[in-house]
């Protein structure tokens, strides 16, 4: 019998996504534990991502997109011994709501007005990212249209990490985002590294998903 293989990394999703969506941004493989949660209340995403680090304990790496990277953060800093790697991937804000968070309360609005699938066409024809749209026509159908909705807006008004909680974090972390993305403001990357004790930031120009894998890549322990 071949060797069971070892789970080394935990990946949590962000509002409007999946684990398998998130898993496919980032080019992870199989060996990756997703930590799905759909609430969009990142409240209860950490509390997920605390089950699920409990049933895998040979875990060695976690990965947070978007609200999933806020839910990472904010665990981390409250633990003195986090995991040894830490990638933080497209974070949001920074502590209370921001344009950002507008951004995305305005996407559930649109939702629960147009329907999912509405938008989503949309969105096919035109978006100049079309591999962001991809990786939305795969994670919305999981999502009824209420549902949907309900997490954005949920999402929108959540707490992200503050300056100190970012601060408190004693491990390296990789902060990775991208360049041209209302959601995803490169400035709220920039702002996270200079809060961490030990950080490495990495920008793709674009939001693309290949040139994410590639500045993911780039970090110290991720290529």
Request: hydrophobic residues 45%; contains cysteine.
């Amino acid at each position: 019998m071949g060797k069971t293989a070892v789970v080394t990394t935990l990946l949590v999703h962000g509002a409007g996504s999946t684990g398998a969506a998130a898993a496919e941004l980032l080019g992870l493989g199989s060996d990756t534990v997703l930590v799905e949660d759909r609430t969009g209340d990142v409240e209860q995403v950490i509390a997920a991502l605390e089950t699920a680090l409990a049933r895998h304990a040979d875990c060695t790496a976690l990965v947070g997109v978007s609200l999933g990277a806020h839910a990472v953060a904010r665990w981390a800093g409250a633990h003195p011994h986090p995991l040894p790697r830490i990638a933080l991937v497209l974070p949001a804000w920074t502590g209370d709501p921001s344009a950002a968070a507008d951004a995305t309360a305005r996407a559930g609005r649109d939702v629960a007005r147009d329907g999912s699938a509405a938008i989503l066409a949309g969105l096919e024809r035109e978006s100049p990212h079309s591999d962001v749209v991809r990786l939305l026509q795969l994670a919305w159908p999981a999502y009824s249209t209420e549902d949907l909705a309900r997490s954005l807006t949920c999402a929108s008004q959540g707490r992200g990490p503050h300056p100190w909680e970012l601060a408190a974090i004693s491990v390296p972390v990789a902060v990775i985002g991208w360049r041209g993305d209302a959601f995803h403001p490169d400035a709220v990357a920039h702002q996270w590294a200079r809060h961490l004790r030990h950080s490495t930031l990495a920008l793709a120009a674009r939001p693309e998903t290949r040139l994410l894998q590639r500045a993911l890549s780039t970090a110290p322990g991720w290529g």
